[in-house]
Structure formats: structure tokens, C-alpha cells
């Protein structure tokens, strides 16, 4: 990582306050609108990139990432390890792109994020139960977990696809030497597991990607229950992140999800996506994501996703119909 990567990213990682998460936004679109040219064409389309506070800067929306490639040009900086992230689509849909110049960045967001609210990874074992994300590739939750496995440290820590057999030996191996168990899985592969009266208790188990066309939709809250049941668990943590971002939000047992210091969440109104609803508002609005730790792409997204103010965090409450998303799709060119 070149010197100024360095010391931008360290100032990111280092935000502790609300002042500071501001100024950082501020700087980070100037240096955005600067290099990434659909961004600069988006904000120039809408006249609006002198921005003076957070909620004045132009949100670009996340549908863009399927047709331009949302990446800064930095000619005088060399990249040499850079990935391609691409998301979780049903077949025959165009799917979203993100490359990542820097995946250190990524993997310092990742890291740290999940031991500031997990705990540390060397002192866990980590199980993953991902399928349809390894089946189709270029996945960053499968790069996210695959780092977690590899922090731990531990021959028990991996992927088991469909070898349930081996992964519940391996838990309950780690169980018995006293280590903390962390599942990732996928909602229908977790359903299952729940359907088979797998005790898991004393593992914390993550829920993530929902049904994937395999089963029928569920309300998070009926998903963790049956969830309960079927595990002997007592609590589910949820994870939200997406392909164009590099940080995550999490919840636990559907409370309000929390953002690290570095990423915020800012609801937006239903019908006009460049008014932001007051940070006590009780409407729904859409979700619009800053992540400063996406310093080579694109920091302020507009998502397709509905939430909900609560408490010092956020609530999901679905997605927009495609035609209830007005003026975020006025970049056509």
C-alpha cells in the first residue's frame, strides 16, 4: 500500500466521533469526485458537487455498479493484487461488479469490524456454510470468511458445502477444547439444519443471503425464530453488507443493526432520494450507506433497501419495487 493509502486509511480506521466522520466524508468526496469519472458525471449531472455537510453529497445510486465500472483512476499508483467482487444474482441477471484495488483495505475493515463486535478470531473457530456464493464465484462474503478462517488459525475453521457430517464433528471438537464457535450460513442452509434438529447450542450462528430462490422468503423475525427452535439456540446474529461496499452493519436477535465508526447509515425519503430524513424520524425511509473504508470506489451509495431509524442503529424492513425508485436513475449516458 503506497504512503498516502496508508495515512487515509489510518484516519479512517481512527474515526471516533461525529465531526470527525464528517470532515473524513467531505475530504473522501473531494477525492472521489475527482477520480472517478462516473461519479464526477453523476454529480455534475445533477449540479450538486460543492457539498458543505454529509447530507449534501450526492448518493450514487447501486444499480450503476451493473453497467459502468465504479473504480478510481489513479494512473500514477500501481495496484497489483486487485480483485473483482461480483454479486449474488438468480441466472441469466446481470450482475453487480466491484473491483477492489487494495482488498488490504477490505480485509482491515472486515477484521476489525468483527472482533470489535464478536470478539478476537485467533480465539475462535469459524464454520461456514456458503454454497450458492462459492458455486457462482467472485464473491466477497466468501473472501470475508475465508480471512476469518484463516485468523483463526485453526485446522477446525473451513467450509463444508454439503459435508454437514464432518462440520458438526469438527464444532463439537472445538466446543470441547473450550473454543467459541462462529457459524456463517446461509438462510436456507441453516432451515434445513434446523428442520434436522441440529443442536448448536453455545454457537453463535449468522444468517446471511436469505432463501436464494431454494425456499420461500420469510420475515426476519419468523426466520430467527424457527431458527431458535430448530437449533437449540437462544440467539441469531444477522449480517448486512453488499458486493459494491467494503464494510459491514450487524444485528443480533433482530435488534437495531450497528455500524462500525467508519460507515453510517442515512435514511432517505420514499419519494424524492436526495432529502434525508432526521435522525429521529419514526418513517421508513430508503437506505443510503456511507463506507468510508471504500476510498477507491465510491463511498455513498443509495440502496435498494427500506429501514427504519432505531435507537442508535437501523432496521431492515425490505426492498423498493423497482418502479417506487424515483430520480436515482437520472445517469444515462
Request: overall charge negative.
Amino acid at each position: 500500500m503506497t504512503a498516502f493509502l496508508s495515512n487515509l486509511t489510518s484516519r479512517i480506521f481512527s474515526i471516533s466521533d461525529d465531526h470527525g466522520f464528517e470532515e473524513m466524508a467531505l475530504e473522501l468526496f473531494n477525492f472521489q469526485y475527482q477520480h472517478l469519472e462516473v461519479y464526477r458525471k453523476y454529480c455534475d449531472l445533477l449540479n450538486r458537487n460543492k457539498p458543505q455537510s454529509l447530507r449534501e453529497i450526492p448518493f450514487l445510486p447501486i444499480e450503476i455498479f451493473k453497467s459502468h465500472e465504479v473504480v478510481a483512476h489513479l494512473p500514477e499508483l500501481q495496484f497489483a493484487n486487485d480483485i473483482l467482487f461480483l454479486s449474488s444474482g438468480t441466472t441469466g441477471s446481470v450482475r453487480s461488479a466491484h473491483r477492489v484495488l487494495e482488498p488490504s483495505i477490505y480485509e482491515m475493515s472486515a477484521v476489525l469490524n468483527f472482533e470489535n463486535y464478536f470478539g478476537k478470531l485467533d480465539q475462535m473457530v469459524v464454520c461456514a456454510l456458503l454454497p450458492n456464493y462459492i458455486q457462482q464465484g467472485n464473491s466477497s462474503l466468501v473472501y470475508m470468511v475465508d480471512l476469518f478462517i484463516k485468523q483463526t488459525k485453526d485446522a477446525r475453521s473451513g467450509f463444508f458445502l454439503d459435508d454437514i457430517t464432518t462440520m458438526l464433528m469438527q464444532i463439537e471438537a472445538a466446543k470441547s477444547d473450550g473454543k467459541q464457535v462462529f457459524l456463517f450460513g446461509v438462510s436456507y442452509a441453516l432451515l434445513d439444519l434446523a428442520e434436522q434438529g441440529v443442536d448448536l447450542s453455545g454457537v453463535y450462528v449468522l444468517e446471511t443471503g436469505g432463501m436464494k430462490g431454494r425456499r420461500k422468503e420469510l420475515p426476519k423475525e419468523e426466520l430467527h425464530s424457527v431458527l431458535k427452535a430448530g437449533l437449540n439456540l437462544n440467539e441469531i446474529y444477522s449480517e448486512y453488507g453488499m458486493t459494491e461496499l467494503l464494510s459491514q452493519a450487524y444485528s443480533k436477535n433482530n435488534e437495531p443493526f450497528q455500524t462500525p465508526p467508519w460507515m453510517r447509515v442515512l435514511l432517505r425519503d420514499e419519494r424524492d432520494p436526495f432529502t434525508f430524513l432526521s435522525n429521529d424520524s419514526q418513517k421508513s425511509g430508503g437506505v443510503s450507506v456511507v463506507d468510508l473504508a471504500n476510498i477507491l470506489s465510491c463511498s455513498f451509495i443509495h440502496t435498494q433497501d427500506l429501514g427504519k431509524y432505531k435507537g442508535s442503529g437501523f432496521e431492515l424492513l425490505g426492498r423498493f419495487d423497482h418502479a417506487d425508485i424515483r430520480g436515482c436513475n437520472q445517469l444515462v449516458f
